[in-house]
């Protein structure tokens, strides 16, 4: 019998320390990554200064000296992803009270499907399929020399964060408590009322993750981006005109520079830049996410 | 005439015959008690009486309910809740402020004025007898209150919307003894100007508050008549059954 015990209690220890190990070293690989990438982007700032680098105009990596200025790409990562959360963020919040209130049985898992669909498209072929379809009809509609755009960039991403949005700011919606809406009701609430005093505010929280979570997606991604947007590195001035970002730019050309050069080490130190900005963003999700109610 | 009249009421839930062949009426300023063990159908009642079982998606039935004469299924659906107003067994604040409970029901009917609003849940929450322990908190969460402080916000929040009816699910089951002597009298109060059907799983709590009393047996309705007949010579020996077990 002890021994039975005994036996137990040692293989429930030797269970318990492996799945630590496994968590320490996920830990200690990120944790690596970090350090790498903070070693090879902070060298940057021995030879330019980070005012310089963050708030410099112009982005020419190779021409003599090298002018590396990165405002450009951040501000055309931050306008296509603002133009991506204008589109989706509606359209993903109605869907999801859609999902979650109106549609019928059918209807909900036809939809609930075809969001996951998009879900599971690779950004290459969502890029491929834009660059075929999309980029034409921009620049056609908007009579522009060229359908690469951050028009073009915003709408497509905005279907990448569709998903995210719409799934999460579903479960916030779900998550609501049955009786909140079942005393509405017998208070003489109509659906719509219900919906939009009552549910909404009751799950915004969750909705307010689900939108940050859609927008880091948007910030993070490359692909699609890089082969619809033109990849000019000027300051854009409006939607219609061709941008550069940060994500495109490490992808482009972290292929073609010399290692230790201080292209090099300039590309790592963008990387660090959108490090940041995507922690900022997953930190706040988080926040909503498990914010306690008053 | 009768505030309620219930003609051959048959309810289904899927395949769960919840409700058979009910008849009966519910008079003006009455307090209709109904009693019955777990699962007799009794919430499906009353949840009949406001159309709240339809939120369920295998809900179907038959017969006929007439609120004054008129058949509930022809009445706007937001009218009838309004008219027929519901306390739920466990207290269900909205998750906003005292105030803003009771004031819910109004905004939503449209009543926007602040001093209209003012007034409204002030004569609410005095009809509830809760005035006193909340005036000086109107703005404070309405989870901050007792279980039974709240579950008389509900009912203030129920006052609020100006209904003929008022259903009670067994509006004592989470509460003490001293908040329970406090929504029965509020319940008493109220018998003068509202009709009142109570569910209650507490025997004495019918006796105590019932002018006539419902017995109810898996989905069936097997007695009804006033309080004093039901507990002092039930016809029906499974009324009787029922009743002397419960007071052991
Ligand atoms: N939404 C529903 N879906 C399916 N079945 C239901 C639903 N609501 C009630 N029922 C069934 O209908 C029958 C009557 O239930 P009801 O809730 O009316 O009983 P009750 O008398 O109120 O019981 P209790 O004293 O436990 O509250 C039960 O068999 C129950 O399982
Ligand atoms: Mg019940």
Same mark, same amino acid.
């Given at each position: ?43 940057? /700032? ?26 450009p790409l951040i501000l055309g990562s931050l306008l296509v992803t603002f133009g991506a ?56 509609? /908007? ?6 755009t951050a028009l073009?960039g915003s ?74 947007t ?5 300051i854009p001035q409006t939607f219609?005109a061709?941008v550069r970002t ?21 590309? /790592? ?26 | ?91 269900? !604040?909205? !998750? ?64 609020? @919307? ?14 003490? !003894?001293?908040? @329970? ?50 507990? @002092? ?16």
């Amino acid at each position: 019998m002890t021994k039975k015990i005994t036996l137990r209690k040692l293989k429930e220890f030797i269970i318990e320390k492996l799945i630590l190990l496994c968590g320490l070293a996920s830990i200690f690989f990120v944790m690596l990554i970090f350090i790498f990438l903070l070693k090879e982007g902070l060298a940057l /700032f021995k030879t330019v200064k980070v005012s310089n680098f963050l708030l410099g105009k112009s982005w020419y990596p190779i021409s003599e000296p090298p002018e590396l200025g990165i405002l450009p790409l951040i501000l055309g990562s931050l306008l296509v992803t603002f133009g991506a959360a204008i589109i989706s963020v509606p359209i993903g919040v109605a869907c999801a009270v859609y999902i979650a209130e109106i549609a019928p049985g059918k209807v909900k898992e036809v939809l609930k499907a075809g969001i996951e669909l998009l879900a599971a498209i690779p950004s290459v072929v969502l890029g491929f399929i834009g660059m075929v379809t999309l980029v034409p009809w921009v620049k056609k509609v /908007f009579n522009l020399p060229t359908g690469l755009t951050a028009l073009s960039g915003s709408i497509m991403l905005a279907f990448m964060a569709m998903p995210t949005i719409v799934s999460i700011a579903e479960d916030a919606l779900y998550s609501v408590p049955r009786s909140y809406k079942e005393g509405a009701f017998a208070l003489g609430a109509t659906h719509w009322q219900t919906i939009w005093r009552l549910l909404l505010p009751a799950a915004s929280s969750g909705i307010l993750a689900a939108v940050m979570l859609g927008i880091g997606r948007v910030i993070g991604e490359t692909m699609a981006v890089m082969m619809i947007t033109g990849n000019s590195a000027v300051i854009p001035q409006t939607f219609l005109a061709p941008v550069r970002t940060l994500t495109a730019t490490i992808a482009a050309e972290m292929g073609e520079t010399v290692v230790g050069s201080e292209h090099y080490f300039a590309l /790592f130190a963008i990387g660090i830049v959108l490090f940041i900005i995507s922690f900022v963003i997953n930190v706040t999700a988080d926040l909503f996410l498990h914010r306690k109610p008053k | 005439m009768d505030k309620f009249k219930i003609e051959q009421l048959n309810i289904w839930f899927g395949k769960i015959h919840a409700l058979r062949d009910i008849n009966l009426s519910i008079y003006n300023n009455e307090i209709l008690s109904i009693i019955g063990p777990a699962n007799s159908g009794k919430t499906t009642f009353l949840r009949m009486l406001n159309r709240l079982n339809e939120l369920e998606p295998y809900f179907r039935m038959s017969g006929r309910v007439l609120i004054d004469g008129r058949e509930i299924q022809t009445i706007d659906l937001e009218v009838l809740r309004r008219k027929v107003g519901i306390i739920f067994a466990l207290p269900l !604040p909205l !998750p906003l402020s005292i105030y803003d409970n009771v004031a819910y029901g109004p905004r939503m009917h449209g009543i926007r004025q602040k001093s209209r609003l003012d007034e409204i849940v002030e004569r609410s929450l005095k009809q509830a007898y809760i005035w006193e322990e909340v005036k000086d908190r109107l703005f404070s969460s309405a989870f901050k209150l007792s279980g039974g402080q709240q579950q008389r916000l509900c009912i203030a929040r129920t006052l609020a @919307t100006d209904p003929e009816v008022i259903l009670f699910d067994e509006p004592c089951s989470g509460l003490d !003894p001293i908040s @329970t002597a406090k929504v029965e009298e509020t319940m008493l109060n109220l018998k003068k100007n509202y009709t009142i059907v109570l569910v209650t799983n507490n025997v004495k709590q019918a006796a105590r508050v019932g002018d006539r009393t419902a017995f109810f047996l898996s989905g069936e309705l097997i007695e009804l008549d006033t309080t004093d007949k039901i507990f @002092t010579a039930p016809k029906d020996k499974r009324t009787d059954g029922y009743i002397r077990g419960k007071f052991g």
